[in-house]
Each structure stands twice: as structure tokens, then as C-alpha cells.
């Protein structure tokens, strides 16, 4: 039986209450919920922009995006890097140290 948005969003919430208020991994998350490490990570940085309610937060990142790329074409990535770390979210850095965000494309 597939989830419903209710079920998704308390889920969610779970999910970041469980990171926000204990020494659980991300990778120990996410084998609890059947989860990638890196899905968590999109649920628990969307979840801070949406002050623990991660519709909100995804709806504020599309919009923020959408206007980034129309403002700043040719380098909304970096726009974009910089408008999540103002508002307190940490970006995964790759093995180059170089940061990685993550495209709207792969939320959801």
C-alpha cells in the first residue's frame, strides 16, 4: 500500500525530530525508515527551511530555486549554495571537498 501525503509528512517529521534531538547517524536513520542516507539528508535539510514541516520547507526551496535560476542562470548553483547556508543548512561536501547540493529534481 503506497503512503499517503499525511503518512509521508508525519514520517518526515519523525525522521528529523529523531536527527534534531539525538546522536543518530543519518545512515542509522535512514536503515531504520528503509531509507538512503543521502534521502534523509534531503528530508532533514528541507525540514529545517519549513521549520520541522518539510512540505513547507520544499515549497519554499522550489520557489527560492525558481527564481535563483531566473535571476542568475549561469550560476544558480552557487546562489542557491549560498542562500541554504544563510539559512543554516549545512551542505554536504564530496570526497574533493567540494560542496553538493541537491537538485529539486530528486525531492519529494
Not at 66 to 78: A, F, G, L, R, W
Request: aromatic residues 12%; glycine residues 6%.
Amino acid at each position: 500500500m503506497a503512503m499517503t501525503r499525511y503518512d509521508k509528512k508525519r514520517m518526515y517529521f519523525s525522521i528529523y525530530m529523531l536527527y534534531k534531538n539525538s546522536d543518530t547517524t543519518l545512515e542509522e536513520i535512514g536503515m531504520k525508515y528503509n531509507l538512503t542516507k543521502q534521502r534523509v539528508w534531503q528530508i532533514v535539510r528541507m525540514c529545517k527551511l519549513g521549520h520541522s514541516d518539510y512540505y513547507k520547507g520544499l515549497k519554499v526551496y522550489n520557489e527560492v530555486c525558481k527564481k535563483v535560476k531566473e535571476k542568475y542562470p549561469e550560476m544558480h548553483n552557487d546562489v542557491l549554495r549560498g542562500w541554504l547556508r544563510e539559512n543554516g543548512i549545512r551542505l554536504i561536501k564530496s570526497k574533493n571537498g567540494s560542496e553538493i547540493s541537491t537538485s529539486n529534481n530528486e525531492l519529494g
